[in-house]
Structures are given as C-alpha cells and as structure tokens.
C-alpha cells in the first residue's frame, strides 16, 4: 500500500497528545519504519506535504484543547421555574435585603432529586417544602454561591413542587468590576440609605444582566428560564416602588410603612427582574391602552416630560414596523442615581443612568431618544424574546442596536440615520484592531466579555445589512414571524435565520455563516476605469487575511449622477477578484462605491481631492457629503475648501453644517479668505432651527473675534437653549480688548447647569479672580455624571492657582471621586485633576494607594502609566 502524507499525518494522530508531539517530531525528522520499509519511501521523503511543522501541528492541539475547555454552553435546564413569589423588607443600615421567597417548579425532563439554585452572599435561614397549609423542612447545602436543596423523593416532570426559602441577602458582599458596558455586579443597589450625602437622594434599584439577581433572590440565573412572579415589597410610606407588572395591592402597615404587591402574569427571564424604590415623581403617558411612566427625582417631572415625550410614538413605530403589539400591560422608565450602565431593560420598567434627569430647561436640548428607543426595542427583541445563552447575546443587543437607526430614520431623515450607521461601524473598526471574534460565540471567559462593540455596534449593521439585502417587506416580515414563533421564548441565532428563509424563500445560510457565525469584516480594495465614460469599468479585491477571515459574498452599491438625478446598479461580489462593466451609456466622469454607507468594510480606494470636492457638490446623500468635507478637511485641502466650506455651512444637513464650523475654529483666517462668510456665521448663531448648530457658530465667531460680538453674545446668552446659552456666555467671557463686566458675570453664578458652570469658572480663572473657593467647592458637591468630569479641570486649576482659597479641602473631594464615584469617567476625571497637584508629595504618594484599589484595568493601567513616570 502507497503511504500518502495524509496516511503519516493520521499515523500520528493515533497516539495521545504528548505521544503525538514526539512521534511528529520524529514524522518531521527522520523516516519513521513505516516510510523506510516503503517501497516508495523516496517519494515520501522528498514530499514537502510529509514535512509537518512540529510546531505548528502543537500550537493547533493547544488552540483545540482550548476551545473545548473553554465552551460555554446553553444553560442545562434540570428545573423549570414557573412561578417566584417574593416577600421582601429592606435593612437600610446594613444595606441587606430580609427575604421569603416561595418557588414553584417543575423537573424539565429528567427525574429530580436535588433542587439546584442561585444565590450570591445569603445567608440562609429555613427552607420548606410546601404542600399546601402543610409544610416539611429541607435540608441544604451552601457554598454562598448555588444553594443546594435534597428533596424528600424523587420528583418527575409529571410533579410539581413548592420551596420556601427564607433568608438575608447582603449584595454589597464580594462585589466586583463587570464590563464596559455593566461596570459592577451587586444586583441590587442602596443609594445613600441614612440621607447622609448632601443633594443625594435615598433609593434603592437593581441591575439583573448578566446574572446578578441573584445577589437578591434565589432562583435558577439563566437566561434561559422564565416565570411569573409576585413581589410584596416593604417599603417607607414617603416613598414609591416600581418592579415588574402591574401593582395589584397596596397595604399598609405599622411604623411608617407600605407593602405594595406587584404582579407579573407574563412569563420572563430572572435577569430582567426589576425593583426601584425610592421619592420618585412620576409624569403618566399614555399608548393605546397602555399606561406609560416616567419616574424621576421630584422637581425635575417637567424634564422628564420632555425627555421622554416621544415614548408613544416610538412604540408606535415599532409595532407598525413589527406587526407585533407592545406586549406587556404596562411600560415605566426610571432615572436613578449612580446607575452602573446607561440603561436597562427590565420587563415593563427600564432604568436609566442619572444623564436623563433634566430639568425643563436641560430638556430642551435632550438627545437621549437613542437610548430610549433602545430599551424601549428590548421589550420585544430580549424580553418578549430572548436570547437562550449569552453566547447569543447579539439577538438581544442588535436589534436595541438598530432600533436607533430605524427612530432616527422615521424621526429625523435619512441622512441622520446614516451618519449614526457610520458612527457604529467606527466604534466596532476601532474595537476590531485587537479583538474579532464571531457574534455568535460560545468561547468567552466571562458573560461580561459579550457586552462589547461586535454584540452591539457589528450586529445593528449585519442587521441593517440583511435588510438591504432583503428588501422592507421580507425584512419585517421575517422579524414578525420571529417574533410571533418564539413569544415568550428562548432562542438561538438560527431560529432568526429560519424565519427569513421562510418568509423570504432564499437559503441565508451564507450571510448567516459569515456574518453572526465568523469573524472580522471584509477589507476591499477598488480601482475604478474611467477610460469609456460611457461603460465605467470596476475593479475589486478582497485583501483580509483569508487564512483567519472568510471570503465574502458582498452586493456593491455604484452610483452616480447624471445632471441632477441620481442613478445606481447592484452588483454581486462572489470571489476575491472581480470585475463589473457598469454600462452606464451616460458618459460620467465620476462614480461612487457605497456612497449611502451601508455596508460593513474598511475600504481603499484612490480618490483625489478633486473627486471628493465633486462629491460634496453632487451627492445627494448628506453622509456622503460629510465624508467629502471631513476628507478634504484632514486633507487641508485649502483651495476646494474656499469654495466648498460656504456651501457646507448652509448645508441642508445640520451635521454637515456643524462640522464645518468645528472646522473653522482651528484657523481665524478663513472669515478673510471667503467673502461673505462671517456674515453667514452669523446669521446661523442667530437663526439656525438646531441649536447644537447656533451654538457652533457662536463659538467660531466667539474664536474668531470675541470683542466684536460682545452685544450679540449677551442677548444670547439669556437663551433657553444652554447648548446655545453657554456658548454665547462663553464668547463673554473671552473678550480681551474689553473685558465682560464682573455684574453680568455675577448673573449666572447661580447656575447649576454644567454648561453655564464651566464658562463662569472659566472667567474666575482668566480674571484671576480670589475670593471664589466656597462656589468652586459647592459646584463639585451639586455636578454628578459627565457635567462634573467636564468641571474637574476647571476645579483643580482655580485651586493650584490659589492654594490659598481651600486646596487642602479640593484634593480631599477629589480624592473622595476618585476612590467613591460609581462612573470610571469621574473617577479618571479627578485623577487628572489631582495631577495638577502632583509637585506636592503628600499628593502623589496617597495617589499611589488610592489607585491600586480601582476595580477598572484599564483605568488603573493609565493611572500607573503617569504615577511611574512621576515616581
């Protein structure tokens, strides 16, 4: 018999693994008897295929081995949870939750006789066994993680059991960093429980995702389980509580308390159970029959009026798209403080970060609609269905994901919900230089590790892909289908794909395969021959790595414009090599690949700076156009910027005209090299219908010539906008020849808003104005979120400026941020402004004990990157 290569390759495959690197050693060099008593052993020798790198064949054991130790599958499902009750009373000073918590079950398939269970730092009192009035005590195990219950019998499918459990649970316990996009793990949170923080109110709230419910009640923490659920909530009378459901009950009860029972009749995941206590205001909204809340710091209800106003029309929106109804009997939205991710999902009662508490004014200029939508769309994409494992947590977060883009689109345009297409595809590029790993992924270390850019921003765009590639009609179609098979159920990635393959009749095995089942995106690289303007020639090239990516099949979108009508071809890309003959017949001198942005690639193409001038002027498509200009801005393309920068700044896109005058703040001279244009700045600080735009061009003009606009900047900082408000106040501030009078700066020193904050500091700083430690001092005790990380710099130079104004008392707050604030960014925020004081040693050698007690690597690398240059 011939010995082929692959017949040595599977020879010494046979042995275990420390066997089979030493035998392949030996395969690599010398002949193994088997090859020298071949006949054709000579042939064998010489085959460079028999050669087998010794390393390379180890290093594919190892990666191997890895993958099946590392596999994390869909959670083993020995009980069916039906139904939790829950009793609980909060011990506010020691920060602990008193529970009863009575589980009804089922075995799912298999015979039971041990009842396995979730629960995180309890400790556990007695557990029964209900019968109805009768009740039998258990036995247990607990290792302050599962708690294991020994039933008296062995229970089968056909049986189903009660368990009462009753115990004391401490979340704060062993609690640990999460992910970037959940930073802590407690489950439940006390916030300020003895009102002993000044401007902080007394709540408590939960975060559940990924499994940290079960820091507050027992139960089985996968998701996918589901139940109903009762929860009687003990509460102070002063105070409202939101969980899950409908509230069914209120009692009330002896020494100032309530207990409030809220009902869940519609089955869900144990991550999206929810409680929020606390002195809420609510605002009532209302969609169809659906009673709508929102839940927020008394005194800002008419903020959250406005913030949450397009709440009805959202959901509209989305059953329209759907065909699918909003599918639970009640929806709320709470702001809370110190929140540890910007929003959660929980069935009927989302949370959010404390950035959504506006007051009336702070409204007006919201832009929170994305996160709104997002949480809003989880209540049929993650809660009504939901993803049975984490590994495919992207069934849940793409299409959050993409519920942005389709709002904006319905909201605000097109050309809105490209550039915000084009913002995720740069958040997932940047996070994919050193990490691509597939959607769909079973290998993580940690769930945390899935709450990522491919999860999120790489699955909304495969997403918006597939609609592409489908079509409106089968696209919303296939999502309804998926939605009405699986109502109240668990899925995988392929149950979405059955359901496009049925509504649509195509096999999207492929798309699937390369999309949510593998890694990376496709890397093109274009030449286009304009030789015969009227049969455009294209030429394109798959240049990723195909030894780790796959080889795409892409549809490429080529457009162009013939007067002022706009025409396009699909193409279908099927092989790394390609050509297409556009037959265009109009004779055209400039074509565009993807010009709308809607395909997932990092592209290379020659374009001069002429075609992208062209382009600004031609495109029809407002992200086309604000590539051009930001090309040919980081271009310096100064000669076409002449031209084109007057029509950018009256651009029928807002972002368009905002960019461009971000622009022109970098250089005065452009108000004298283009004719007219100061005059356009102006009338846009005066005019424009969005005010991030106003507030812009009052800022070009502001760095432009501050003196000359000294009359135009005091009426408009009495504005309602602050975005528009703070820009003109800040133009105030800047003026050199004549300086702003003290009294109108005096006017605003009562302002509590970040943006009116910062250009008073601002002034106090420039004018060397003393006397002004006790406001600075008071504005880091009022500002919270990204308003204080803005102010800290502003903080610590007035104070290393004049030490003398209370510098001990500001370097105790800050490091009071830096080792308490729940936001890594605060925290970061008042690292740097404590290193404004890093020429004092106490300073520096406290801050290198402070920061070997961040949770976050991260942060703590950069902090010990500057400490030991410092050192």
Known sequence: MQSTPKKILMTCLTFGSLSMALFTVSCKSEKSALVQNSENSAVAEASPEARIDSAKLLRMIREKNAEIAGYQPSAKRDFDLLHTELDLAFDWSNQAVLGKAKLKLTPYFYPQKELVLDAKDFEVGAIYLLNGEAQSKLNYRYDEKQLRIYLPELFTSKDTIQVEINYIAFPDRNSGSGSEAITDTKGLYFIDPLDTIPGKPTMIWTQGETEHNSKWFPTIDKPNERFTQLFKLTVPDSMVSISNGVLVKQEKLENGLRKD?????????????????????????????????????????????????????????????????????????????????????????????????????????????????????????????????????????????????????????????????????????????????????????????????????????????????????????????????????????????????????????????????????????????????????????????????????????????????????????????????????????????????????????????????????ESTLGVARYEALDSLVSREAKDYLIEILPIAVMDSFWSVRENALGFMQNDPEWRNQIQGLEDMVYELAEKDPKNSVKAAAIDLLAAWDPDKYQSAFLRLANEQSYLVASSALMGLVRAEENPVDAAVIERFVGERNFRMIIPVAEYYILQNVKGKGPWFLDRVDQLSGEGLYFYLGYFSEYFSRFPEEGKDQAVRKLFHLLENDSKSFVRLGAFQALMGFADEEAVIKKLNQVVQTEKDEKLKNYYNYFLEALN
């Open 261 to 617: 029972y809220w009902e869940m009749k519609l089955p869900h995941a144990p991550y999206l159970a929810a409680i929020a206590v606390g002195n809420f205001g609510k605002v009532e909204a209302k969609w169809k029959n659906i009673p709508l809340g929102y839940y927020v710091e008394k005194g800002f209800e008419k903020g959250a009026a406005m913030v949450f106003e397009n709440t009805p029309e959202m959901i509209g929106l989305f059953e329209e798209k759907l065909g699918v109804d909003f599918p639970w009997p009640k929806y709320d939205q709470i702001v809370v403080r110190d929140f540890v991710s910007g929003a959660m999902e929980n069935t009927t009662a989302s949370i959010f970060m404390e950035e959504l508490r506006l007051d009336e004014r702070e409204a007006i200029d919201s832009e929170w609609d994305y996160i709104i939508a997002h949480e809003l769309f989880h209540q049929w994409f993650g809660d009504l269905v939901t993803a049975e494992s984490w590994a495919n947590l992207t069934l849940n977060e793409a299409f959050a994901n993409y519920s942005e883009y389709l709002w904006n689109e319905h909201k605000y345009g097109q050309d809105q919900a490209a550039l915000k297409l084009v913002t995720e595809m740069e958040g997932y590029f940047a996070e994919s230089e050193s990490k691509q790993v597939d959607l769909i992924r079973f290998n993580y270390a940690d769930s945390e590790d899935m709450f990522d850019s491919h999860s999120y921003n790489k699955g909304g765009v495969v997403l918006h892909m597939l609609r592409q590639h489908l079509g409106d009609e089968a696209f919303f179609k296939g999502l309804n289908l998926y939605l009405k098979q699986h109502a109240f159920q668990s899925v995988e990635i392929h149950d979405l794909r059955l359901a496009f393959e049925r509504v649509s009749g195509q096999d999207l095995n492929w798309f699937f395969n390369q999309w949510f089942l593998d890694k990376g995106h496709p890397e093109l690289f274009f030449e286009v021959d304009y030789s015969q303007p009227e049969n455009i020639l294209l030429t394109v090239y798959q240049v990723q790595d195909l030894e780790k990516l796959p080889l795409y099949l892409l549809p490429i979108e080529v457009s162009w414009y013939e007067g002022k009508s706009r025409k396009s071809k699909k193409f279908q890309m099927t092989s790394s090599f390609q050509q297409f003959a556009l037959e265009n017949e109009f004779p055209v001198t400039q074509v565009y690949i993807d010009e709308g942005k809607n395909l997932l690639a990092r592209r290379n193409q020659e374009i001069s700076t002429a075609q992208y001038a062209l382009q600004f002027k």
